[in-house]
């Protein structure tokens, strides 16, 4: 096979690489430069037969080199081509770019509700992204700075171990740990060094930037709303002409409120707004009509006379509207009761429909022996409710704030109205009217309602209905002795006033007076759950900081660099190959005899 132009591999000479023309190296050594040539062509070497190398030539004998090829060009070194920072400055630009976009972004949804971007692209994912780029360009200046500063170093003749001290730290963490332990003093390099390790912990903190809570918001397409009634004129036909009642729909709200067995039985008939989402909130007071009750002890105000028959002293009980407790039964009777009495305390105070007189015997435990009367009046009456509402969690709670009601009893054949004053937004007075027929149909319904007695002995009693029996026993303490829970039958009347009014507020429709929902319908503000951006600004510090330090690192190791005159060789080795460094063999030379 013919030879082809032969290969070489460029060896320094002792005068270009700057050996000292007395350098005892020859081509024999282990050192690579060659102090009688230059290079040493592939083809001064020959494979015999048997496949072993042959030298064709001496080494020491440029003669015998084949004259044909022409001696190689030395390759320009790095330091006469000069050099430029432009790439590590680019790359500390991108990672600045970075940094400022991620700021940018977490500064435009901070406090907004998730972004919603095309491909489901989430902020996080986003985020991570441009925070991933950012440490990728911002690590470029900071090793190549590294990778400077190490000949920069070299030339003020420190260890030569530092050399790869330095490489180490250029390429990672762990070679940025040595770097700040093994090598003396404090220098520039050492930033770099530090600025390596930080960057560890950009990802936890910027992970550690956006978090993302929940908060309530108005849910603008929908509303909450509570029905309201402005005006009652429902009724029912008597059994005998002429004669009005209440509907089966009011007869059966006025059952439901005596017959109610539950402790503070009035809790029982709050309504159930419209809340789609279970948190809503009326931002104002609102109005509605409704059916009040209050009740009073009249004890003190009983009359007691009592006269001796021969030794048998009976005593009757009296009160100053005429109500009337027989004590000549003694102890069978356990409670008398009247709703065609006046009131004693609040007589013509309000639009009343109803009033109950009660007067109970206290007695031993055989019903024999009377030892006392109490009495309790309550009445019932139109009124209009001012309201404050607010659904919380599913809980509905409303409260009466005010209340208002008409001067006087109603008058026979006139309507029963009630005028509230402006409120909120409103700037008139509104006037709620319960029409004459049907308040005068219910106070007939309750003309002899509550009236009756309950009478008993050991083991037995007895009613004058159902009502009387129900009254008295949820307003009895269970100690068969006449007693009175506390409340007695109070609870009882205002368990009957809730259970009305819940059935004019649901029953209302629009009439003359309420002609659109608005008018019918309290409207509220529906919250719902919005989950949104909430940035921590201090987490952002450490990237901040670190880009920083990476521009002043950068900046501080071109001004050293320019100082001390070496070239722009930054990572790379071939200074080392070439010898670019002043006396770079006579350390090698010393290193290597004190290896």
């Known amino acids: 096979m013919p030879q082809t132009g032969g290969m070489h591999i460029q060896i320094p000479s002792p005068t270009s690489a700057g050996l000292s023309p007395a350098s005892p190296y020859s081509v024999r050594s282990n050192s690579p430069l060659v102090k009688d040539r230059n290079y040493v062509e592939l083809d001064d070497f020959k494979l015999d037969e048997t496949g072993q190398s042959q030298q064709q030539y001496s080494a020491h004998d440029p003669s015998s080199r084949p004259q044909s090829l022409p001696p190689r060009p030395s390759p320009a070194s790095r330091d006469e081509n000069g050099g430029w920072w432009l790439f590590e400055i680019i790359a500390w630009v991108v990672s600045a770019i970075a940094l400022a976009v991620i700021i940018i972004i977490i500064a435009v949804t901070d406090e907004k509700p998730l972004p919603q971007w095309p491909m489901n692209i989430t902020l996080n994912s986003f985020v991570s992204f441009m925070s991933t780029l950012m440490k990728a360009a911002l690590i470029i200046p900071v ?40 090598t003396k003093r404090l220098h520039l390099a050492k930033l770099g060094a530090f600025i390596t390790i930080l960057t560890l912990g950009v990802d936890p903190f910027i992970q550690q930037v956006i978090v993302y ?59 159930t707004p419209q809340c789609a989402t279970g948190n809503c909130t009326w931002p104002e007071t609102y109005h509605s009509l409704a059916v009040c009750s209050k009740c ?35 102890g069978w009777l356990y409670m008398n009761a009247s709703s065609g009495m006046p009131t004693v305390n609040f007589n013509d105070s309000q639009s009343t429909i109803s009033s109950i007189n009660t007067m109970r015997g206290l007695h031993d435990a055989s019903s024999y022996n009377l030892w006392g009367v109490i009495s309790n009046e309550c009445v019932l009456y139109f009124c209009v409710n001012e309201y404050r509402a607010e659904v919380s969690n599913g809980n509905f709670k409303e409260t009466v704030v005010a209340s208002y009601t008409g001067e006087h009893d109603p008058v026979y054949g006139q309507n029963i109205t009630i005028e509230v004053p402006p409120s909120g937004k409103r700037k008139t007075p509104q006037q709620f009217i319960v029409e004459s027929i049907a308040w005068l149909a219910i106070d007939g319904h309750f003309g002899d309602f509550w009236t009756g007695n309950v009478t008993g002995h050991t083991g037995e009693r007895s009613s004058t209905n159902d009502v009387l029996s129900a009254l008295y026993d949820l307003g009895d303490d269970g100690s068969g002795l006449g007693t009175q829970k506390p ?15 819940k059935y004019l507020r649901l029953s209302e429709q629009p009439t003359k007076t309420a002609g659109n929902r608005s008018d019918t319908m309290a409207i509220g503000t529906v ?41 722009l060789w930054k990572s790379s080795t071939l200074p080392m190959l070439e010898g670019k460094v002043r006396n770079l063999q006579d350390r090698f030379a010393n290193y290597a005899d004190r290896k």
Not at 299 to 312: E, F, V
Request: proline share 4%.
């Open 527 to 567: 919250w719902t759950a919005e989950t949104f951006v909430h940035v921590r600004w201090e987490w952002m510090i450490l990237p901040v900081v670190l880009e920083g330090l990476a521009l002043a690192f950068l900046i501080g190791t071109i001004i050293q660099s320019k100082m001390s005159g070496i070239a």
């Open 213 to 271: 809570p929940t908060r309530t918001i108005p849910a603008t397409s929908r509303n909450a709303s509570i029905p309201l009634a402005l005006e009652y004129s429902d009724y029912a036909f008597g059994a005998i002409l002429a004669t009005r009642e209440p509907t089966l729909g009011m007869k059966s709200a006025i059952n439901n409120g005596v017959y109610d067995t539950n402790d503070h039985p009035q809790n029982d008939f709050a309504l």
């Open 296 to 330: 009073a002890n009249t004890t003190s105000l009983i009359h007691k006379t009592c006269d001796d028959l021969n030794g048998w002293v009976t005593c009757n009980y009296s009160l100053p509207n005429g109500m009337f407790f027989n004590g000549e039964n003694r």
């Open 487 to 501: 409340g007695a039958e109070n609870d009882t009347i205002a368990a009957v006033a809730a259970s009305m009014t």
């Open 143 to 182: 090793t190549e700075s590294i990778s400077q500063l190490k000949w920069v170093w070299f030339k003020k003749a420190e260890s030569l171990e530092d050399i790869q001290t330095f490489d180490e730290a250029s390429r990672g963490t762990w070679g940025s740990l040595k770097l700040l332990f093994k």
